[in-house]
């Protein structure tokens, strides 16, 4: 299945979009799509266990994903 | 309470005045500002970017805690995103309580969770004119092995 | 540093614009407020008299302090006197600090020293048309048998 | 000797006065001066041992005052 995946500020840049599409298999789970990200060209450059927000909640590598579902790879963040 | 991520300067003065109710006998105001200086290095400015909606989520959640935590609905926090000049506040945490002690808590709980959890991120713009995305240092970086743009750890 | 004992209302915001720098990343402003109700009782003002010689010595002293302990020397206080309405601010302590932890702290031991040390006193005035004394419940405090006002320990 | 004394608050109402003149003897101390205050009218309000500031400093009860010195019977602050 395709999911659409959100991408921001440094990450963005190594994997040159802040939004792309995504193959993971079904059933795939949080750990599937990082798995495929760091498939990507770029991908070596994340690290082997960026934190995943699934629908703008953290989730944990076994949380399921489906088509549908807002997925963004969120960087350590810097605020304040 | 009220929170927001919002692409204007912020008003210190205003979101104290938010806070001010006759019963409250404290009112604490944290306001963080872009230094010209990080690490060594002279900064110019600061970039800063959201994920808006997830951000403005956990940032209400945060400031409930807080309110549950420390007995007050008198706590506003307001995120600004953009490029940011010297010495520009990038948050203002406003904070009214009955009393001093809880207004110290609530506040101090508010800035060290968003700077945990609210996906807000950095690049400073340096006076050399290069810049980096800049992290908080507790999380997994980029690996800055043959990037343009390097990602450092720093502590505010 | 800058210290003052004042009779004029306080001006927060003012407060924070004198210890904001370019090189501070954090800024606090806490702002002590007549409330509405202490004790149970109904408060509409309170009265503010100082030893006003001392009063400006040992402020200034807690401040130095703050400073050389907390490493900045980025810290406002003014203290009002005179009769207060409910909601007016009472002290202003203003920090401004690279880090945010050493504002938190210099800013709380700047009014837990102020409130022990500083020869200030207030009578609070309530609805019923009474007024008394209010004293911190750190020292010894009037007698109040045969007094026409009393003397409470109350503590904000 | 003759020494001023200064009186705020709830002290200088159970004393009647914001300041008052004080017979204490030569070579007194700051005890001398509670001494003599709790004598006075009023005098039994007061706390057993009340806070003493010479010159505007926080004074032990062992200080020693001289004429001229300016002396201050400090009530519980309740600043902030």
Redesign the interface.
Known sequence: MTLRV?L????A??LGAPEIALEVPERATVQDVIASLLARPGG????????V?VN???ASPATPVMPGDEV?V??????? | MRTAIVERPLD??GL?REV??????????????????NDGRAVTGIE????Q???E?ELAAIVGEAAGRFGTDDIVVE?RIGTLG??EA??VIAVGH???GA??EA??YV?EQ??????????EHYADGTRE???????????????G?T?REV??
Chains 1, 4 share one sequence.
């Open positions: 959100l921001f500020a440094s990450y840049d190594v070596d450059r994340l690290p082997p266990r960026p934190l927000a703008q909640a953290y963004a969120i960087p350590p963040v810097a605020g304040g | 210190a003065a104290l001010s109710r006759d019963a409250n006998g404290a009112a604490l105001v944290f306001v963080g500002t872009v230094r010209d200086v800063y970017s959201a994920y909606a997830m951000a989520r995120h010297l010495g990038s948050v009955p009393r001093r207004a110290y506040s101090r800035i968003l700077k945990q959890r609210v996906p807000i991120w950095k690049r995305w800049v992290h908080a240092g507790n999380g997994a970086a980029v690996d800055p092995v043959g990037a743009e990602v502590s505010r």
